[in-house]
């Protein structure tokens, strides 16, 4: 039974002791010591003591192991494209915190994140105060700041993406528009389970009571179970390749078009973002708007068009410099991996350096093994977090995998250095983690990430 409110919020919030921005972010942080809890109760009980602010907004649930990052970004940029005031909750960040919380495209600002932070925090210490069970974890508290701010700043609409799985995720408590599954792979096993009927099952747990579907995954052992949870919930179903789709697809080292294939038939489409696996991930922001449209929203073909073309993604398949080459790309997973460098050789960019670094919950020696053939050489190195594999440990496993020069380099920025200085007449991309792909960024120079350039503009 939930525990008894022993002040209104309102008067709770006046007795928070303020900590500046710099400061809360990292109390917020130290959260992470709390580790990972699957599990909607204290979640529930969270938004309770802050009068709900998930109920008073219209939302999109998306999820998936590949794809849902790009597929919220579009799916927002079509939305505001459309005149609404759209929120976007997306994780991880990769200079700011503040990427993580957004309306049309701007970050949150130091100064709500210092107000909401230090009154939610309040709340989160009463109730950890009052049973130890009830301690909230850091993706909790900041999924419960980003809805109140939603609330507060009367969106629309919030496009929001799942932190991992899905049942049991901090964000399935809304009750969404429509829900998307992407491209499910093996991810996060401790967790979501070893087999793929396992994490699709976890997946597919956003699934509710009548409310469309959109899933572009292709993998019959995944798909089985998404259909059963679907009929079980007298859920639509769309699914890529059979209700909408991508065709004449043309990826270039500058962007992508092709045409979408769905309830409508809208040719000629185009995105900064490279890669065929974009073109489908957009067509997958576009078959959600459908979905919205058959349930009274007026999203107009123009809409989808200029949504698609003005959607900004930093760190996926990014080229942050041309002279000389330098890629980010936050892939962190083999299936990923093998995504990316096949678009990179199919562009005649490979072969590469590799700088890489993996988190410890990661398929450090798949991501490897997929990074191999289009390799010239790789630089090991790790991000400074508790998560992070050790670069010597992770050059054991690279050297398993890859016959060429393998270094190691336990200092980011002298990684880069050393891959910059040696790729004579090549590239080099730094994949493998979203921490590396920020720590890379800061070192070359943080861009404006609420007005990002055009893909291939920046220079180092």
């Known amino acids: 039974m939930p525990a008894v409110h022993s002040q209104p919020y309102n008067i709770r919030r006046l007795v928070c002791l303020t900590m500046g921005y710099s400061e809360l972010v990292q109390w917020m942080f130290n959260l992470e010591r709390f580790g990972i809890k699957l599990g909607l109760e204290n979640m529930t ?28 970004a579009f799916l927002a940029s079509i939305l505001e494209e459309s005149g609404l005031k759209v929120g976007l909750y ?26 909401l932070g230090n009154e939610l925090r309040v709340t989160m210490e009463g109730m950890a105060k009052e049973s130890g069970e009830q301690q909230l974890t850091f993706f909790e508290f900041t999924t419960g700041l980003a809805f109140k701010y939603f609330s507060e700043q009367c969106v629309d609409i919030a496009v929001v993406e799942v932190g991992m799985g899905g049942r049991l995720d901090a964000t399935n408590v809304i009750s969404p528009e429509v829900s998307a599954i992407t491209r499910i792979g093996l991810e996060h096993t401790a967790y979501l389970g070893n087999t793929m009927e396992q994490v699709a099952r976890e997946k597919a747990g956003i699934v509710k009571t009548g409310v469309p579907v959109v899933c572009s995954d292709r993998n019959s052992e995944s798909l089985s179970v998404i259909r059963s949870a679907c009929a079980r919930k007298k859920s639509k179903l769309s699914l890529v390749g059979k209700d909408f789709g991508a065709g004449n697809v043309i990826a270039r080292a500058d962007g992508t078009s092709f045409d979408y294939d ?17 073109a489908e991930n957009a067509a997958t922001a576009i078959a959600v708007t459908e979905q919205m449209n058959a349930a009274g929203y007026a999203i107009s073909e123009s809409s989808m068009r200029e949504g698609v073309a003005k959607t900004k993604l930093s760190g996926r398949l990014d080229i942050w410099s041309k002279d000389p080459l330098v890629i980010l790309d936050g892939s962190h997973n083999p299936e990923g991996v093998r995504t990316t460098v096949s678009v990179l050789d199919s562009l005649g960019l490979t072969p590469l350096t590799f700088v890489v670094a993996c988190m410890d919950d990661k398929d450090g020696l798949g991501i490897i093994a997929g990074l191999a053939p289009y390799a010239s050489r790789m630089v090991i190195t790790e991000v400074k977090t508790g998560r992070s594999i050790k670069a010597a440990q992770l050059a ?32 080099v991309c730094a994949i ?27 220079k180092v």
């Open 262 to 278: 769905g309830r409508t038939r809208i040719l000629g489409l185009s995105t900064r973002l490279i890669g065929v696996h974009q």
């Open 90 to 115: 997306t994780s991880p960040h990769l200079v700011d915190f503040r990427e993580r919380i957004r309306i049309n495209g701007r970050m949150i600002s130091e100064k709500d994140v210092v107000r």
């Open 396 to 427: 054991i496993l690279a050297r398993q995998s890859f016959d060429g020069e393998v270094s190691v380099e336990e200092n980011v920025q002298d990684a880069m250095t050393s891959a910059l200085s040696n790729a004579t007449g090549e590239g």
């Open 45 to 72: 009980e969270y938004l309770s003591r802050i009068e709900d602010p998930h109920k008073s907004f219209r939302s999109v649930h998306v999820t998936g192991t590949n794809g849902k990052g790009a597929v919220c």
């Open 432 to 458: 493998g983690s979203f921490y590396l792909v920020g720590d890379v960024m800061r070192w070359l120079g943080t861009p404006d990430l609420d007005n990002v350039d055009e893909v291939g503009a920046r």
